[in-house]
């Protein structure tokens, strides 16, 4: 079994490489799942307590949009033969509904 060195505000602790998992953050922005699994080419990783949009672009040259809440990632599925090549934060805000307290993504959001 690998040792895996992880460095804390304490100094460094050592793990099984089993739980690299619990320890490693999330990986944060876009990347393409490689080799796809099954219908699933990508996916965007939010790091941070805020909502944001995302644009992302398609094989086919279109783009869509996407509001991402807090600490979540959206999945990209292949469209036929048609994937999600790229997806980044714009500086749009996203349109959001429910109250103050329970804020969430609305159905329809901005062209960025």
């Not at 793990?15 to 996916?43: D, H, K, N, Q």
């Not at 949009?53 to 991402?68: E, N, P, R």
């Amino acid at each position: 079994m690998g040792v895996l060195l992880a460095t804390t505000a304490m100094g460094l602790i050592e793990a099984p490489s089993s739980s690299a998992a619990r320890i490693m953050p999330p990986r944060c922005g876009f990347y393409e799942v490689s080799p796809p699994v099954g219908e699933l080419t990508g996916r965007y990783v939010h790091c941070a307590d805020s909502f944001i949009l995302i644009k992302f672009h398609w094989s086919t040259g279109s783009t869509g949009t996407a509001c991402v809440p807090p600490w979540w990632q959206i999945p990209f599925y292949r469209d036929g033969q048609h994937k999600v090549v790229n997806a980044y934060y714009v500086i749009t805000p996203p349109n959001l509904t429910g109250p103050p307290n329970d804020r969430r993504c609305s159905t329809g959001q901005p062209r960025a």
